[in-house]
């Protein structure tokens, strides 16, 4: 089955940037609404933002507006997460999968798996 590969993450210090990134290989990104999600230690797997279909409509969470920008490449079949203006409780590991439906809230694991995530740390 199809996994994603996560990458771009690191330690960084508060409110600085960093840009992920989400590629699968043999896999049409293009072709598909892509989420961004978040797991902290100790807390559920969150939903950070998602970008549908070709019109590039997104969704945020509130706790990321106007911080990050989620955007696609098709050419390269890869979709970014820029983060700007990092905070401490941003530190997770970030992964990304299809996703469906309005604000995608259905996480179609069932198309291509999770990945191994990427790490970011938001410490000074």
Same mark, same amino acid.
């Given at each position: 089955?199809?996994?994603?590969?996560?990458?771009?993450?690191?330690?960084?210090?508060?409110?600085?940037?960093?840009?992920?990134?989400?590629?699968?290989?043999?896999?049409?990104?293009?072709?598909?609404?892509?989420?961004?999600?978040?797991?902290?230690?100790?807390?559920?797997?969150? *939903?950070?933002?998602?970008? &549908? +279909? /070709? =019109?590039?409509? %997104?969704? @945020?969470?509130?706790?990321?507006?106007? *911080?990050?920008?989620?955007? &696609? +490449? /098709? =050419?390269?079949? %890869?979709? @970014?997460?820029?983060?700007?203006?990092?905070?401490?409780?941003?530190?997770?590991?970030?992964?990304?999968?299809?996703?469906?439906?309005?604000?995608?809230?259905?996480?179609?694991?069932?198309?291509?798996?999770?990945?191994?995530?990427?790490?970011?740390?938001?410490?000074?």
């Amino acid at each position: 089955q199809v996994q994603f590969v996560e990458s771009g993450g690191g330690l960084v210090q508060p409110e600085g940037p960093l840009r992920l990134s989400c590629a699968a290989s043999g896999f049409p990104l293009g072709s598909y609404d892509i989420g961004w999600f978040r797991q902290a230690p100790g807390k559920e797997r969150e *939903r950070v933002s998602c970008i &549908r +279909d /070709n =019109a590039g409509r %997104t969704y @945020y969470a509130d706790s990321v507006k106007d *911080r990050f920008t989620i955007s &696609r +490449d /098709n =050419a390269k079949n %890869t979709v @970014y997460l820029q983060m700007n203006g990092l905070k401490p409780e941003d530190t997770a590991v970030y992964y990304c999968a299809v996703v469906r439906g309005p604000n995608c809230p259905i996480i179609r694991t069932d198309l291509a798996s999770w990945g191994q995530g990427t790490q970011v740390t938001v410490a000074s």
